[in-house]
């Protein structure tokens, strides 16, 4: 039977490999376009802003990896990008004061391994990259300070002072290593992380001087030390002192979410608490004159919300001073992005907070990201009295950015619903229209494969929901749609639940359609960039009325006339994941569902999940203080109801959703009762499987979904799914 059910595998595998013929024009998309796909991130524009330096992230398809370098574009586009760096893994490049260096971290190979990044410096005039740092962990995150002369970054160490394991060791001891891993604290192991979390090692901050010449090999000092980890660095604008980002609580689970801005001298020191909230401080930012912080801050509420939606903060730098949010009336996610599933693979996206002036000199504003309604654009928050207004406008999501010195032109990589990504340089000082400000790009990365491609543009949906709530989403017809036919449909639902789908690029949905099927993505309550009260509104009821806004959705889809209502499939990720089961439970009106990295038994997951629920954030209490809460909201505990064919797709190593807690149990739940069920499983993926997991099996989860889809609602059979 194993024999058997490998060669049908093998022989699935190559009909799907397998290349249709050429026709003219366009084609539909494809899941192995991905190996083809080209990501920018990471976008520094120059000191003076008339150059771009981006990471360019693409698949090695033989290796099955990802690879990034260093890619240099003119800010006005009057050359195509050209390729800076020679390392396969470059990545956060940052410019010096002057634009006569880059900074940034590479990972080269030794023996066949990747070795921890280091940083490297290139000089803009010519020259190889040279290694600034040979430290046995990664150096990450580099930051110059103001005059150019040091390079602050983060790397982790274990404490200077003698562990208690090795204060309690024999003598006898002496020459053996123990593998015997001793817990003591309730977040013992993290998504991506292959082991345990490491607590004996932190991340600390370490100072290097810039060389002065080849000859010249400084060597880096380490300001930090503790338990504790710093983060988020920013250099006082005089160079005495490095502000940070820490949760300096050892067990810190056991309060609502919290970080507070330290700083500490550049030369090491004794550190100083500057700014503190009632919940976590990121993003920090000291204004070019020195005077002023401004930060990003979610309070957590009180009581504790399973929802809190981020502000823009400011104080100034003087000792003593206290924070002033400056959105506290702006109800949208300041810093917010839209989810899809093709933010670039190892490269990082920051979104910096961008001092400008006005005609007085001064600096009375601050331009930041911001998501509303499925979009993310720019907006510029005045100092004053935090009014805000649109920089940009349009349905996009401003993934990253960053800006000139004087912060007259800024540099963006913008995705869309039918474009993963492209660079685009924004002049601050221009009477463009906000809507226009993003509609040009200065990069075309995936023009040629595009050109060759037929895609479809998705049509806005609106409707309200049973309580009179209005909803947001969308509809991905295939590309040659015709309405006097019935087509299947799937609903994909997002994850998190605190996310949002939106306008972005999803390589799954333009997947889905090129394979015959309508697509509906919305964003329910619990959603994200729709206000702080329409994503907490899902506390202690979720799974729950997010529910039903999705078939109110389908409703109005049914309504249309182009959908078959016998032939609905539905699937999501994570929270998607929970809610794909929750929905089974609930009614037989779909025929197919793929349940991705799931949840079926809050009770267990309370107890499993590589981060704790002890605050009441989704959950008034424990689970044995309140076991129907946990039963009730569970979907195994209605599997009983499911008549819908179920896939789960799962990562091996997925601990935020871990497997025995979600589509383990349907599995067996489903098999018991002879429902059509089949577990999918991903060696080596964690919970980022759909985003950055592995090229090969990012297309193969694709093939599971559709072709589960294409069995139940196409009538495709399909001799892997069945039993043998």
Not at 135 to 145: D, F, K, N, R, Y
Not at 330 to 349: E, F, K, L, T
């Amino acid at each position: 039977m194993v024999a058997r059910r490998a060669f049908l595998i093998v022989v699935a595998l190559m009909l799907w490999c397998t290349p249709s013929p050429r026709a003219a024009g366009p084609r539909p998309i494809t899941e192995t376009d991905l190996f083809k796909f080209t990501w920018i991130a990471d976008p520094q524009i120059s000191p003076d802003g008339r150059t771009v330096v981006f990471v360019h992230v693409t698949v090695n398809q033989k290796e099955n990896r990802y690879e990034t370098s260093l890619f240099t574009v003119p800010a006005d586009g009057s050359q195509p990008p050209r390729r800076l760096t020679s390392g396969i893994r470059d990545t956060t490049p940052r410019w010096s004061p002057d634009g006569a260096m880059l900074a940034f971290a590479r990972s080269i190979e030794k023996e066949g391994k990747p070795q921890p990044a280091q940083i490297y410096l290139l000089h803009m005039d010519g020259g190889e990259a040279r290694a600034l740092t040979d430290l046995p962990t990664a150096a990450a995150s580099p930051v110059w300070s103001w005059d150019g002369t040091r390079i602050a970054f983060t790397s982790s160490t274990a404490d200077r002072h003698e562990s208690q394991a090795a204060k309690a060791a024999s003598p006898a001891d002496a020459g053996h290593k123990s593998d015997v891993k001793v817990i003591t604290r309730a977040v013992y192991r993290a998504n991506g992380n292959p082991g345990w979390v490491d607590s004996d090692h932190h991340a600390h901050i370490f100072v290097v001087r810039a060389p002065a010449n080849a000859a010249d090999k400084p060597i880096p000092e380490q300001v930090t030390d503790g338990e504790f980890d710093e983060r988020g660095l920013e250099w006082a604008r005089d160079g005495s002192r490095i502000y940070f980002t820490s949760t300096r609580v050892a067990e810190p689970y056991y309060e609502p979410q919290d970080s507070d801005l330290y700083s500490v001298p550049a030369g090491g020191g004794a550190m100083t608490k500057v700014a503190s909230i009632e919940g976590t401080i990121g993003d920090v930012s000291v204004s070019p004159d020195g005077r002023q912080i401004a930060f990003v801050g979610t309070l957590h509420g009180n009581p504790v919300r399973s929802y809190s939606q981020p502000d823009l903060w400011i104080m100034d730098a003087a000792p003593g001073s206290a924070p002033r949010n400056l959105t506290v009336k702006y109800d949208y996610q300041v810093m917010g992005g839209i989810g899809g599933d093709q933010a670039a693979p190892r490269g990082q996206n920051p979104k910096p907070i961008v001092w400008t002036r006005g005609p007085a000199g001064q600096y009375d504003s601050l331009v930041i990201v911001s998501a509303e309604h499925g979009s993310a654009n720019l907006v510029r928050v005045a100092i004053a009295d935090g009014s805000v207004s649109p920089v940009s406008q349009g349905a996009h999501d401003v993934v990253s950015y960053s800006a000139s010195r004087d912060a007259s032109r800024i540099a963006a990589t913008v995705s869309t619903q039918t474009s993963i990504g492209d660079l685009s340089v924004l002049d601050l000082g221009a009477k463009a229209r906000p809507d226009e400000a993003l509609s040009k790009p200065i990069t075309h990365v995936n023009a040629d494969l595009f050109s060759d491609i037929r895609q479809s543009e998705p049509e806005d949906l609106s409707y309200r929901s049973f309580d009179g709530k209005t909803i947001q989403g969308w509809i991905l017809k295939p590309p040659d749609f015709d309405a006097s036919k019935k087509y299947p449909m799937i609903l994909e639902i997002h994850g998190g639940p605190h996310s949002a789908y939106g306008n972005t690029y999803t390589h799954e949905f333009q997947w889905m359609a090129a394979k015959g099927y309508v697509v509906l993505f919305v964003n329910p309550r619990g959603s994200t960039s729709y206000g702080q009260d329409f994503g907490n509104i899902i506390q202690y009821h979720y799974p729950g009325d997010d529910y039903r806004d999705l078939m109110a959705g389908v409703d109005e889809m049914i309504k249309k006339g182009y959908v078959d209502p016998n032939r609905l499939g539905v699937t999501g990720g994570s929270g998607g994941g929970l809610l794909t089961d929750w929905t089974i439970t609930q009614t037989q009106r779909f025929k197919a569902a793929v349940a991705q990295r799931d949840i079926a038994d809050w009770y267990g997951f309370w107890f499993t999940a590589d981060f704790t629920l002890f605050q009441p954030t989704w959950f008034h209490k424990a689970p044995w203080e309140d076991p129907q809460d946990f039963a009730a909201r569970s979907p195994i505990t209605h599997v009983a109801n499911v008549t819908t064919p179920l896939m789960l797709v799962l990562g091996d190593a997925d601990y935020r959703t871990p497997p025995a807690d979600g589509g383990e149990m349907m599995f067996r739940a489903l098999k018991y009762r002879k429902i059509p069920t089949v577990m999918v499983r991903f060696p080596r993926e964690n919970h980022e499987l759909s985003r950055s997991g592995e090229p090969w099996h990012r297309i193969e989860r694709l093939r599971h979904i559709v072709g589960w889809m294409d069995e139940w609602l196409m009538g495709k059979k399909n001799e892997v799914y069945q039993t043998q």
